[in-house]
């Protein structure tokens, strides 16, 4: 298990489980189990970190430095822990609206 910041930066926000997890669209059991230092897939931290209004460069204020990954294998059960470094800035596009996105594909 790995010390995460979560539990801390939630409460400092006022921002329950609860409603972190329906901003996330993730279950509470999930945020517990993170809060706990259980790992979790890269795509649970990135909804998180958009759900409590930071950017993506911020993940490291929340999971720590080059964080180890939980990945998933093709059959979609966990394979373990991906400790290959990762830049959530290069691998994620930044967050935008349902409207930005489609006022883009309109264009085009």
């Known amino acids: 298990m790995s010390k995460n910041n979560l539990k801390e930066i939630r409460e400092s926000l006022m921002i329950s489980k609860a409603?972190?997890?329906?901003?996330a669209n993730i279950s509470p059991l999930t945020i517990t189990r993170i809060e706990q230092g259980k790992p979790c897939r890269m795509e649970t931290k990135?909804?998180?970190?958009?759900?409590?209004?930071?950017k993506i460069s911020d993940k490291d204020k929340i999971f720590g430095e080059n964080m180890a990954v939980s990945v998933k294998d093709g059959t979609d059960k966990r394979s373990?822990?991906?400790?290959?470094?990762?830049?959530?800035a290069i691998h994620?596009?930044?967050?935008r609206s349902g409207r930005e996105r489609r006022k883009e594909v309109l264009k085009n």
């Open 19 to 23: 409603e972190l997890s329906r901003n």
């Open 92 to 95: 994620s596009p930044e967050h």
């Open 80 to 88: 373990g822990i991906d400790r290959r470094e990762f830049s959530y």
């Open 46 to 54: 990135r909804k998180i970190v958009l759900a409590l209004g930071l």
